[in-house]
């Protein structure tokens, strides 16, 4: 089945120390976002990619970074976790931009994330 | 910009009972969608139902049905018969055309069905 693809499911990290999340895709969509969420919070979006194209949220700490080498796989860094980046992270996808239901966003199961 | 707000942050239904989850929105966009979403314990966000500002008729996908009234800028999800499985987080989110590259989520509501 065509899906999105998160490993780890679990990410056990010390405090400082570089992790790197992955995500890929076999929907062959434009589009791959990565969401950080927080314990009974709404998903905060972190920033995509509109293919090769990345688009950082205002808000996005710097500590945060992402690569997408091909259209298949998305990865997020975080180049020093702290205690306050223990989170889930979702990776979605979804066709297009628009507000059509080609905006349906496909996610992963996500990665929960622990800082040490 | 686009706003979602979810007033019910948690909710308790019998099972077998209908349940209505409440959304209002805020945008100044002429064309929107907007999405629900499901939120097991498990963690994934699984699409359940889309409804499009333009849309003549009220969405349906099975049991959910989307109650769309946008004069009142409304948008609520009506679950039919519950079941035990249903218990999760639901959020409803909004995107328009201007911010077409992101969606706008509300706070949810967490949704507990009792035996």
């Known amino acids: 089945d065509a899906m999105v693809i998160q490993n780890p499911r679990y990410q056990v990290t010390q405090f400082g120390k570089p992790v790197t999340l992955s995500c890929s895709q076999t929907?062959?969509?434009?589009?791959m976002y990565w969401y950080q969420q927080k314990s009974s919070q709404a998903p905060k979006l972190l920033f995509h990619?509109?293919?090769?194209?990345?688009?950082n949220e205002a808000d996005t700490p710097d500590n945060f970074q992402s690569r997408r080498p091909n259209t298949s796989f998305c990865f997020l860094d975080i180049r020093s976790p702290g205690l306050g980046d223990a989170a889930m992270y979702l990776c979605?996808?979804?066709?297009?931009?628009?507000?059509?239901?080609?905006?349906?966003?496909?996610f992963g199961p996500g990665t929960r994330l622990t800082v040490t | 910009a686009q706003k979602i707000t979810q007033t019910q942050p948690g909710m308790f239904v019998q099972e077998k009972e209908a349940v209505t989850l409440d959304c209002t929105y805020d945008?100044?966009?002429?064309?929107?969608?907007l999405f629900w979403y499901k939120q097991p314990s498990s963690g994934e966000m699984i699409f359940l139902i889309y409804?499009?500002?333009?849309?003549?008729q009220n969405a349906t996908e099975g049991r959910y049905s989307l109650n769309f009234q946008k004069a009142r800028k409304s948008a609520n999800l009506v679950i039919s018969a519950s079941q035990l499985g249903d218990s999760a987080m639901y959020f409803c989110?909004?995107?328009?055309?201007?911010?077409?590259?992101?969606?706008?989520f509300g706070q949810g509501t967490r949704l507990t069905i009792n035996p």
């Open positions: 945008t100044s966009d002429p064309s929107y969608g």
């Open positions: 409804q499009g500002s333009y849309d003549q």
């Open positions: 989110a909004i995107v328009g055309r201007r911010g077409a590259q992101k969606l706008v």
């Open positions: 929907l062959n969509h434009n589009v």
């Open positions: 990619y509109y293919d090769k194209d990345f688009n």
């Open positions: 979605a996808t979804s066709r297009d931009f628009s507000t059509t239901r080609s905006n349906e966003q496909y």
